[in-house]
């Protein structure tokens, strides 16, 4: 893998003609740390953000151990690519085959549910084993979240006492989880959530060895400047501690978004502007589709040797392929005098962007370069180099 010093560098010295992934292991690393470091808990990482095996090394090598995964394909990367990390198939629903692969093929011990028979299938699947941890997904509201989770999975409280104490007689650890949505912009989320954690536990009244509380933890954005992390990790702390739980139970999260923000960026090129349209060569079918189809603003910069005098003008962009929904409609804030050839950088893609990258109409990223700049933007440097902190304040 090719390493340069910064995004400006790649782009003046390389002057790429396609995509280029650029990654940031010491970004990643350093969220990990914090994670690792300030969550008064277990963190396990949602292999779904970024399933890159350079990022789970990264992880692990900063003190993540613990990994979410939601299907076989990713218990067997993370498996193959840490051995000794401990896997919990997360996903609410999974194929009878799945289960019995993870549990006598890779281990796996820890499976969640949100129905009886999704409970009993487990029980199938793995020949009635008595060393499962199985935990129960509550709904909960993702109204505090930028995208919701709420509709999907998860048991409603009335119907969580039977599950709750079926699950308790069948699992030799019961845990409870949830997951407020993704990007929650307060803390009150997860203090709302633990809430009906307790009132299930009350009605079920059983004991509870694990609570999980999900992901949802956000990242930084055009628009979306959230608390400090460490007012949700007192949050979910206080109400934790005030659950009716065993005196040993433990305390999970699933960060997946804010351990792999930072991580990666990518470099486009303009190849035609249309007023404050901008046509670049990545998009909705590669590392933009969170922009195309969700309406996400990403931080963007525009990568010359002279910066630009002009004032900041909101621009669209359309993607490479020949579909009209290759469309992002922004606005992103760039300088009013960028103009084809001019090269950009997109940022805070490493959550999302590459899982979600297909070859549609041929158009594909297979470049990627290790950088030592900072992200573009950060809930975890302090301070923000001087050059990369003027990018985000234009970013308004």
Same mark, same amino acid.
């Given at each position: 893998?090719?390493?340069?010093?910064?995004?400006?560098?790649?782009?003046?010295?390389?002057?790429?003609?396609?995509?280029?992934?650029?990654?940031?292991?010491?970004?990643a690393?350093?969220?990990?740390?914090?994670?690792?470091?300030?969550?008064p808990?277990?963190?396990?990482?949602?292999?779904?953000?970024?399933?890159?095996?350079?990022?789970?090394?990264?992880?692990?090598?900063?003190?993540?151990?613990?990994?979410?995964?939601?299907?076989?394909?990713?218990?067997?990367?993370?498996?193959?690519?840490?051995?000794?990390?401990?896997?919990?198939?997360?996903?609410?629903?999974?194929?009878?085959?799945?289960?019995?692969?993870?549990?006598?093929?890779?281990?796996?011990?820890?499976?969640?549910?949100?129905?009886?028979?999704?409970l009993?299938?487990?029980?199938r699947?793995?020949?009635?084993?008595?060393?499962?941890?199985?935990?129960?997904?509550?709904?909960?509201?993702?109204?505090?979240s930028?995208?919701?989770?709420?509709?999907?999975?998860?048991a409603?409280?009335?119907?969580?006492?039977?599950? /709750?104490?079926?699950?308790?007689? +069948?699992?030799? &650890? *019961?845990?409870?989880?949830? @997951? =407020? #949505?993704?990007?929650?912009m307060s803390?009150?989320?997860?203090?709302?959530?633990?809430?009906?954690?307790?009132?299930?536990?009350?009605?079920?009244?059983?004991?509870?060895?694990?609570?999980?509380?999900?992901?949802?933890?956000?990242?930084?954005y055009?628009?979306m400047?959230?608390?400090?992390?460490?007012?949700?990790?007192?949050?979910?702390?206080?109400?934790?501690?005030?659950?009716?739980?065993?005196?040993?139970?433990?305390l999970?999260?699933?960060?997946?978004?804010?351990?792999?923000?930072?991580?990666?960026?990518?470099?486009?090129?303009v190849?035609?502007?249309?007023?404050?349209e /901008?046509y670049?060569?990545?998009? +909705?079918?590669? &590392? *933009?589709?969170?922009?195309? @189809? =969700? #309406?996400?603003?990403?931080?963007?910069?525009?990568?010359?040797?002279?910066?630009?005098?002009?004032?900041?003008?909101?621009?669209?962009?359309?993607?490479?392929?020949?579909?009209?929904?290759?469309?992002?409609?922004?606005?992103?804030?760039?300088?009013?005098?960028?103009?084809?050839?001019?090269?950009?950088?997109?940022?805070?893609?490493?959550?999302y962007?590459?899982?979600?990258?297909?070859?549609?109409?041929?158009?594909?990223?297979?470049?990627?370069?290790?950088?030592?700049?900072?992200?573009?933007?950060?809930?975890?440097?302090?301070?923000?180099?001087?050059?990369?902190?003027?990018?985000?304040?234009?970013?308004?």
């Amino acid at each position: 893998m090719h390493k340069h010093h910064s995004a400006l560098g790649v782009a003046t010295a390389l002057k790429p003609a396609a995509p280029v992934t650029l990654i940031r292991p010491q970004a990643a690393a350093r969220a990990a740390r914090f994670f690792s470091e300030k969550f008064p808990g277990r963190s396990l990482y949602a292999v779904k953000a970024n399933p890159s095996p350079d990022l789970l090394r990264t992880l692990w090598d900063s003190g993540i151990t613990h990994y979410d995964v939601a299907s076989i394909a990713e218990v067997r990367l993370v498996a193959e690519t840490l051995p000794q990390a401990k896997l919990c198939f997360m996903h609410p629903v999974k194929a009878e085959e799945a289960i019995a692969e993870a549990y006598h093929v890779h281990g796996v011990r820890t499976f969640s549910l949100d129905t009886i028979d999704e409970l009993e299938k487990i029980l199938r699947a793995t020949h009635e084993a008595t060393d499962l941890e199985l935990c129960v997904r509550l709904r909960v509201s993702s109204e505090h979240s930028e995208l919701s989770l709420a509709s999907k999975f998860g048991a409603e409280l009335g119907e969580t006492r039977e599950l /709750l104490m079926a699950t308790r007689q +069948a699992a030799d &650890a *019961l845990g409870i989880c949830f @997951h =407020v #949505g993704s990007q929650a912009m307060s803390p009150q989320a997860y203090s709302d959530a633990i809430e009906r954690v307790r009132a299930a536990i009350v009605d079920a009244a059983v004991t509870v060895d694990i609570i999980d509380v999900g992901g949802g933890f956000p990242s930084v954005y055009p628009g979306m400047e959230p608390p400090a992390l460490e007012a949700y990790f007192d949050a979910i702390y206080r109400g934790f501690e005030s659950l009716p739980i065993s005196y040993s139970a433990e305390l999970w999260c699933e960060p997946g978004r804010a351990l792999s923000a930072e991580y990666s960026s990518i470099i486009v090129r303009v190849e035609r502007r249309r007023g404050t349209e /901008l046509y670049i060569n990545d998009g +909705a079918y590669g &590392a *933009l589709f969170d922009a195309a @189809h =969700v #309406g996400w603003r990403f931080p963007v910069a525009l990568l010359r040797e002279e910066e630009s005098e002009a004032e900041n003008a909101p621009f669209s962009f359309y993607g490479p392929t020949c579909d009209d929904m290759d469309h992002m409609a922004g606005p992103f804030m760039l300088p009013d005098d960028v103009a084809v050839g001019d090269y950009i950088e997109i940022g805070m893609l490493g959550a999302y962007g590459a899982a979600m990258r297909t070859g549609f109409n041929g158009f594909t990223s297979e470049t990627i370069i290790e950088v030592e700049d900072e992200p573009m933007a950060s809930l975890y440097a302090d301070p923000v180099p001087a050059r990369r902190r003027a990018t985000v304040i234009k970013l308004g």
